[in-house]
């Protein structure tokens, strides 16, 4: 969006441009005075001190706010305005966004007077005042220093957007009226790290929704997504309720929207012939396409999408109650309860057998050579050496006596082993220590994981008992990361998800844009996809630019769907917030004016998931070079005969300035010169006879000398760091500024 100069986003009327361009002249020439670096008021440089405004007024500076040293840093936190009944706490805070308190805090809040991480100013007389906290000082000031580092106490701000921040102490929790924020960012961020501020969820949250129902497979029991042809292969028995068709058999089905693309229904059975066949467990892919599976009770079959029938081959013994993959290609490893046997496909022959202490699943690990098998009786997790085919070790499975069975499966990028046993799933990594116990509410049924994301998702499902309080008939998805076993996305409810007609299982998309989810009491598969919050990939930064200039403001952001912009202004220091008219692009665009000195502007990203806006970046306007910044009134005598130009209000102190036939540049101080004195303002000298003068609060021409300004004045330097000469000499053009003007003002000139 580009906005014409008469429309600038949140632009005033026209007559309040010179008010504030005034009082801006005034305020750097009395923060001069006080001794307080330009940068800390003006500046958007973000490697100066930076100022905010809080919602009754109060100032806050910190000393630094960038590149600090994540191990430790001091930083100095200034104050003013606030107000002398209600005590503050001033430490770094994870920023939570407007009306949000700042919590954590590291060193949490200072109530023994002896943190150096944080603060407690309180009012004179205060009871507190003393050891434990200091009093403010005239005026509601404070002058204070933190040390702050990146990581502790709960806090981490390389994953969260912190600040420094003042707010109100454990005596008045909920006033958020006393709240201050300034982001900082240690060494290595950028400013506006952390991905934004988050509205109603924080940014960048991960959820799952439910895309659609798949009913066209009767019961499913076991899912596979092929890694090569992406057919969603699904292995069904009979679905009770559609008493008219016998679903049983391996599906295969499109995975956008669940059409049936085939299904093999008979497999051979004891003798050889065909026979309807369920299809219980899928133990893996076939290159190209197709899979291999177990069908009860003793079948080990291979099928791909179009063929009418599955080949097969029948074994002796008891029943399979698990199949993977086996060492070489034409073999698969079967259990039949503590038996474990790799057999040829082929013809059914075991090539390898070996008698476990007891167990009824396993989860193979080809990358590293192990199978674990799961006792659950016992409570044992026992590990099988596939090249030896022996038992390589033993490892207690707590909670797994007499627990109820769930599931054993391995991470392929670890090698760590997910067993789910009750409502808990326990973590062992690839030597057998158990590294992690997970519980949930309801009983755990499957794991799968996504190497690409480092993710594992587990479904939870429930009892389905209802004369059990603790159980409601639904189930539950959560997605954990692997390394850290911290819960990755939002927990999705699966209502009606519950374990009375058989286990639910799961298939992942790689990346985990898409989840399957079975749901066999329902005789449906439930399709889910990923959604992501906005997350600022490209936050603004505060920026400074000159009256007509035109202006860019960029931010980016990512989502999932992808997330719309709008662009804010505020007027009042972020005290209130309005959309900029027709700003829906990454980039806004204006021409800026000195009525929007000190605008504060912020884009807000929107999708289905959650809104997150971009920390408040503030735009400073100068005045431009040699502008009216100065040209109030300049001396009353003729410009043709050197006695002083005189300047009216936006006319002869145009940008750039107008020169005058008497060697004075109009728009500048009534001083005069002596004869060959130059004057110098915005870049255009004036030299005669006449007199000379330098506008903009620049020093008084002399005889024989030459004045130069610098451009105008301190307003419209747009400089954030000056030389002790410059801010000498703006001190004294200031002060001749201010006094002429006050003299003015005295005789009714302004």
């Not at 098998?373 to 085919?389: C, E, I, N």
Request: proline share 5%.
């Amino acid at each position: 969006m580009t906005s014409t100069p008469g429309t600038a986003p949140g632009t005033p009327p026209g007559g309040q441009s010179r008010l504030r361009r005034r009082a801006g002249t005034a305020a750097v020439a009395a923060l001069l005075l006080a001794g307080i670096p330009v940068g800390a008021a003006v500046s958007a440089d973000a490697g100066t001190p930076k100022t905010a405004t809080g919602p009754q007024g109060q100032k806050l500076t910190v000393s630094a706010t960038t590149g600090l040293d994540p191990a430790q840093q001091k930083v100095r936190v200034q104050g003013e305005g606030y107000g002398l009944t209600t005590g503050i706490y001033v430490a770094l805070c994870k920023d939570n966004g407007d009306n949000r308190v700042p919590s954590p805090c590291l060193g949490g809040a200072d109530m023994s007077g002896g943190s150096k991480t944080s603060q407690w100013i309180v009012p004179p007389g205060d009871p507190y005042e003393g050891d434990l906290a200091q009093a403010f000082g005239p005026g509601g000031t404070f002058d204070v220093e933190i040390e702050i580092a990146q990581k502790g106490d709960g806090l981490d701000c390389a994953e969260v957007a912190c600040s420094v921040v003042t707010r109100a102490d454990h005596r008045a929790a909920g006033d958020r009226t006393q709240d201050v924020r300034i982001p900082v960012a240690f060494a290595g961020q950028d400013p506006g790290d952390g991905g934004g501020e988050g509205v109603d969820v924080p940014a960048g949250t991960v959820s799952y929704k439910s895309a659609a129902d798949f009913t066209t497979a009767g019961k499913p029991l076991d899912l596979l997504l092929h890694p090569d042809s992406k057919k969603l292969y699904v292995g069904a028995d009979n679905l009770p309720d559609t008493a008219d068709v016998d679903e049983r058999g391996l599906h295969v089905l499109n995975p956008e929207n669940g059409a049936s693309e085939s299904w093999i229904s008979q497999a051979p059975g004891s003798t050889g012939a065909l026979r309807a066949s369920a299809a219980a467990r899928i133990a893996g892919p076939l290159p190209g396409d197709g899979v291999v599976y177990n069908y009860p009770l003793r079948g080990v079959g291979s099928a791909k999408s179009g063929d009418e029938a599955a080949t097969g081959v029948w074994l002796a013994g008891s029943t399979i109650t698990d199949i993977a993959p086996g060492t070489t290609p034409g073999t698969v490893l079967v259990a039949q309860g503590a038996t474990l046997s790799e057999i040829e496909r082929a013809t059914g022959t075991a090539t390898r057998t070996l008698t476990l202490p007891g167990g009824t699943q396993f989860a193979a690990d080809p990358e590293r050579g192990a199978l674990w098998y799961s006792d659950f009786t016992a409570g044992k997790l026992h590990r099988v050496d596939l090249a030896s085919f022996t038992v390589s070790g033993s490892f207690d499975l707590p909670g797994g006596s007499g627990g109820m069975a769930g599931f054993t499966e391995t991470d392929p990028a670890t090698g760590a082993v997910w067993v789910g046993v009750g409502r808990s799933v326990l973590v062992f990594d690839a030597a057998g220590t158990l590294v992690k116990t997970l519980v949930g509410k309801d009983l755990a049924r499957d794991a799968a994981f996504d190497t690409a994301s480092g993710r594992a998702y587990v479904v939870w499902q429930d009892g389905g008992d209802l004369s059990d309080p603790a159980n409601d008939n639904n189930g539950t998805l959560t997605v954990y990361g692997t390394e850290d076993f911290a819960v990755a996305a939002q927990d999705l409810s699966l209502p009606g998800n519950h374990s009375q007609a058989g286990a639910a299982s799961l298939a992942v998309e790689p990346g985990g844009a898409t989840v399957f989810v079975t749901s066999p009491a329902e005789g449906k598969i439930t399709k889910l996809v990923r959604q992501v919050s906005p997350l600022v990939t490209r936050a603004p930064a505060d920026l400074t630019a000159k009256e007509g200039e035109e202006v860019a403001i960029r931010a980016e952001a990512e989502g999932t769907p992808e997330p719309t912009v709008r662009w804010q202004v505020s007027t009042d220091d972020a005290q209130t917030w309005k959309d900029v008219e027709g700003a829906t692009e990454s980039a806004l665009t204006f021409t800026a004016r000195t009525a929007q000195d000190g605008y504060r502007y912020r884009a807000e990203f929107r999708n289905d998931v959650g809104t997150t806006r971009t920390a408040a970046v503030t735009l400073t306007v100068t005045a431009a070079t040699g502008g009216d910044t100065g040209g109030d009134v300049g001396g009353n005598g003729d410009a043709s005969n050197g006695a002083g130009g005189r300047g009216s209000d936006g006319a002869t102190g145009s940008d750039g300035g107008t020169q005058s036939s008497g060697g004075s540049t109009t728009g500048g101080s009534d001083s005069t010169g002596g004869s060959g004195s130059t004057g110098t303002s915005g870049g255009s000298t004036s030299t005669s006879d006449g007199s000379g003068s330098t506008v903009g609060g620049g020093v008084a021409g002399g005889t024989g000398t030459a004045a130069t300004s610098g451009g105008g004045s301190l307003a419209a330097t747009g400089a954030t760091v000056m030389s002790v000469t410059l801010a000498a000499a703006g001190l004294v053009g200031a002060g001749v500024l201010v006094h002429r003007r006050a003299r003015r003002r005295t005789e009714g000139a302004l």
